[in-house]
Structures are given as structure tokens and as C-alpha cells.
T-cell receptor, first 116, second 114 residues
């Protein structure tokens, strides 16, 4: 089955700096890659996603890049703010022929701390 | 638009009991998936329901079961609870489509087994 690895496990940056979080996946058939942000006491919140037919996607301060050949994808956060501090999860899934929503396989998560 | 609603938020049970958790998806969403989140194992897929049918299942024992109603609301049940079942149980809903659709999570039910 799919295996998603996320590194580093913790990341600390100064406010205003950029943060980059990387994930690798094992299943070459995976074609959907979402990123989630989870704050304490809350469920994961979808912040951006990318499909395998696209190499990069941007939404304001957040961007995601995908390298299908190397089977890795990265989350880029620019101009970080203290409210960006949270646990970030990457995930991967593949289209299921039956049309069902395929299960998401998650990385272990990274704790991002933004120092004011 | 209201998000995914999970009830109750917290539950305390003892070993051997059973528990039922509830999930109301975002209005218009017809697919509901359940995940278990623990510090050791992270987020793991339990099962997915659409149109009252389980269409996808993760690697969990038969003590974990679920169902979906005609209004898309879903419940999951865990019987004969074990200490290791202590976890945050998350429900996610999504639209049905030809490709994977974004899954939106609720804030979960925190289950503690004594």
C-alpha cells in the first residue's frame, strides 16, 4: 500500500521567514495530494491540494509543488506569521475505479513553530 | 455553510463497553469517511460510506463498524472497547466525483478508555 513520509518532524522559523515542508510517497499511482493544518483541539483543515496533472499551485502565501518523477511534494509558506504555528499533515491518494473516494494516507505530521 | 459536525466531542468509556459516534456532513456532501488519530500511529483510515453503502475499508478489526443514513449522516460503532481504542475519531465529508474530491474534517470525538 501507499506510504507517505514527512520530514522534518519539527520546524521552527522566525516570523516573516519562509517555511518548507517536504513529503515523499511510494505509490506511483497516487494522483491527489492535499495538505492539512491542525490546530490544538481542532480537526485537520484543508489548506491546499494538488493533482498529479499539475506541477505547482499557489494560494496567497501558500504554495505546493509536485515532482512525480521523484515522488515528492512540498508545502511552501512565505512571510510566516505566529498564527501559522500548527501541525501540518501531507497526504496522498489514488483514484479508485469504483468511483469511491479513495482513502487518504497521511504523513506523521510536522509541528511548525513561528517565533515572533 | 456549516462544517462537518461530530458528536459528542468527548467520551469516557471502560473496557468491554461499546460506543457510537455521530457525524453530520457538510450540506450536499454525500461521501463520509472516518479516520482514527493517535500519537503513535497518526491518522489512519477506517472506512468510507456513500449512499448508505460502505465502499472502502481500512485495516481495522471487525469491532469497528459504521453505517450511513439516507440523509448522509453517518455513525460509527466500536464494540468491546480496548484500552488501545483511545483516540481522536475524525469524520470527513466530500462531494462525490469522478476524481478524488477534497475531504473536509470535523473536530472529532475524543474517546478515552479507562
Amino acid at each position: 500500500g501507499e506510504n507517505v513520509e514527512q520530514h522534518p518532524s519539527t520546524l521552527s522559523v522566525q516570523e516573516g521567514d519562509s517555511a518548507v515542508i517536504k513529503c515523499t510517497y511510494s505509490d506511483s499511482a497516487s494522483n491527489y495530494f492535499p495538505w492539512y493544518k491542525q490546530e490544538l483541539g481542532k480537526g485537520p483543515q484543508l489548506i491546499i491540494d494538488i493533482r498529479s496533472n499539475v506541477g505547482e499551485k499557489k494560494d496567497q502565501r501558500i504554495a505546493v509543488t509536485l515532482n512525480k518523477t521523484a515522488k515528492h511534494f512540498s508545502l511552501h509558506i512565505t512571510e510566516t506569521q505566529p498564527e501559522d504555528s500548527a501541525v501540518y499533515f501531507c497526504a496522498a491518494s489514488r483514484t479508485v475505479p469504483s468511483g469511491a473516494n479513495s482513502k487518504l494516507t497521511f504523513g506523521k505530521g510536522i509541528t511548525l513553530s513561528v517565533r515572533p | 455553510k456549516a462544517g462537518v459536525t461530530q458528536t459528542p466531542r468527548y467520551l469516557i468509556k471502560t473496557r468491554g463497553q461499546q460506543v457510537t459516534l455521530s457525524c453530520s456532513p457538510i450540506s450536499g456532501h454525500r461521501s463520509v469517511s472516518w479516520y482514527q488519530q493517535t500519537p503513535g500511529q497518526g491518522l489512519q483510515f477506517l472506512f468510507e460510506y456513500f449512499s448508505e453503502t460502505q465502499r472502502n475499508k481500512g485495516n481495522f478489526p471487525g469491532r469497528f463498524s459504521g453505517r450511513q443514513f439516507s440523509n448522509s449522516r453517518s455513525e460509527m460503532n466500536v464494540s468491546t472497547l480496548e484500552l488501545g481504542d483511545s483516540a481522536l475519531y475524525l469524520c470527513a465529508s466530500s462531494l462525490l466525483g469522478a476524481e478524488n474530491q477534497p475531504q473536509h474534517f470535523g473536530d472529532g470525538t475524543r474517546l478515552s478508555i479507562l
